[in-house]
């Protein structure tokens, strides 16, 4: 069975980085995508970004960009979110997610999503 775990989470002020990571076990994420999302109090999950078997890689928005980057260790079986200037909006609780299949190109809904983490807290103060 596979599990995923993130860490990371944290408080953070405005404008700060902090780096999120996904260890995965029981699951070779080698040909795999990996997904991250994230959550706030009665919003549906977003998609944050994503990064395919062979390292694409698709953000949400462009705005994402040039503040997050996603990128995976297969040896560790680990992906990680390495976030930048960061705001008071991306305060919420941030999950990692497999895909479903192998070789797949990656996925935006959460549906499309084999296996998830339990979430870690992201709080950026103003």
């Known amino acids: 069975q596979a599990q995923l775990v993130e860490s990371g989470g944290g408080l953070v002020q405005s404008g700060g980085s902090m780096k999120l990571s996904c260890a995965v076990s029981?699951?070779?994420?080698?040909?795999?995508?990996i997904g991250w999302f994230r959550q706030v109090p009665g919003k549906e999950r977003e998609f944050v970004v994503g990064?395919?078997?062979?390292?694409?890689?698709?953000y949400s928005k462009d705005s994402m960009k040039g503040r997050f980057t996603i990128s995976r260790d297969n040896v560790k079986n680990t992906a990680y979110l390495q976030m930048n200037s960061l705001k008071p909006e991306d305060t919420a609780i941030y999950y990692c997610?497999?895909?479903?299949?192998?070789?797949?190109?990656?996925?935006?809904?959460?549906?499309?999503?084999?296996?998830w983490g339990q979430g870690t807290q992201v709080t950026v103060s103003s």
């Open positions: 029981g699951y070779n994420l080698d040909y795999y995508a």
């Open positions: 997610a497999a895909g479903t299949r192998p070789l797949q190109s990656i996925p935006l809904g959460p549906n499309d999503y084999a296996y």
């Open positions: 990064i395919s078997w062979n390292g694409g890689t698709r």
